[in-house]
């Protein structure tokens, strides 16, 4: 299991509302880069890593995962200290007791980095293929004036000199 998890970059997370208890696979502390981080202390380290910009949005779902209790998947950005952004993938669904009553949540992290990477890569190279299809449009379109004028001049020119 935690081979498959380490090729595919996808970690595993519970956690119990009651016991306020995290755990995490190792492959997840390995995507969020905070192996040797004490257990007691995974919680807020993840929370830490979370993106500002990104936080309201996994806050918003940990509140929905109560009111509704649906299965989630949402994408975030993870900040590693001196290392930069990284992409995550999150798929999360709540957990029951016996008498329907939210315990927990538990859930699968996987790092996306590289597949953004290649998507923002292919939108560049989109972006300059249309701005070169735009630039062959204006020299197609300069090539077929300059085409109309050179067969207008040769048919001057080769039609007699008409004197006044």
């Known amino acids: 299991m935690q081979e498959a998890q380490e090729l595919s ?3 595993s997370w519970q956690f119990y509302l009651k ?10 502390l390995r995507i969020f880069e905070l192996e040797g981080v004490e257990e007691e202390s995974l919680r807020p ?9 990104d936080i309201q ?11 509704g ?10 900040v590693i200290p001196n290392k930069g952004i990284k992409y995550i993938l999150c798929k999360a669904k709540p957990l029951f007791d016996n008498q329907n009553e939210l315990i927990g949540f538990k859930g699968v992290s996987q790092d996306i980095t590289e597949k953004k990477l290649q998507e923002k890569t292919i939108e560049q190279n989109m972006e300059m293929l249309n701005n070169k299809n735009e630039e062959l449009k204006l020299l197609i379109e ?21 004197t006044i």
């Open 9 to 11: 970059k996808i970690g």
């Open 19 to 28: 016991e306020r208890k995290f755990s995490s696979s190792k492959e997840l």
């Open 45 to 53: 380290a993840f929370f830490e890593r979370i993106h500002k910009d």
């Open 57 to 67: 949005i996994v806050d918003k779902l940990m509140t929905d995962f109560h009111a």
């Open 69 to 78: 209790g649906e299965y989630y998947v949402f994408e975030h950005r993870a």
């Open 142 to 162: 300069s090539n077929l004036q300059l085409e109309n004028f050179a067969y207008i001049a040769s048919h001057d020119l080769k039609s007699p000199v008409r």
